[in-house]
């Protein structure tokens, strides 16, 4: 059966629905009855459920892992996500998004030229992402390198700049990444990171 397990830490709510070592959903938020929320609109409807408060060793190491991706840590983990239930084009775009690699983002367009569909088809996958900080829809940003929109639950995009800001690794070169016979280019976030300190700066100086 299908188990949702929320935990606290350090002010910051993670969750995820998994049964063994399958993930049906992941939520962060600020508070449980956010991450409660997000966890029920994502798994599917026809699967039973229970929460636990007891400690789950699979749903403690899902969660560390999102702490750490959160704080701009690269993780190893590789996990088993439930997509099935989802449409075919919604899986392509989330296999390939979870194939950016911490210290870089990319675009909607860019996703899109390689799982097909438009970068608004592409928006409205990442809007509804089952899995944010496993697949990283905040890597996913406009392509005049806005930060685009954010759904991964923590309340705007200021989160997603936060987090991206953690991810900062000092590259500064562009790179393709094969995805499925194609190759998404993916760009350093340094490039966002600077416009989006530039255009702060332009502001406080009007």
Known sequence: MMTLY???????WFGVACDGEKIFATALAFNRKSVLHNLLVNIP???????SDKTVDFAEKVIGTLESI???????NKFFLIMEHLSSYAQKVLETVALIPVGYVTSYGLVAKVAGGSPRSVGRVMACNPFPLIVPCHRV?????????????????EVKLEILKRERRGYDTKKK?????????????ELLLSKAE?????RENK
């Open 6 to 12: 929320m935990k606290n830490l350090k002010e910051t």
């Open 70 to 76: 959160y704080h701009g840590k690269e993780v190893l």
């Open 198 to 202: 530039s255009m702060s700066l332009f």
């Open 141 to 157: 940003v406009a392509s005049n390198l806005s930060l685009g929109g954010y759904g991964g639950g923590l309340g705007g995009l």
């Open 177 to 189: 990444i094969p995805v499925n016979g194609g190759k998404l280019q993916v760009l350093p976030v």
């Open 45 to 51: 409807f026809n699967v039973p459920f229970q929460y």
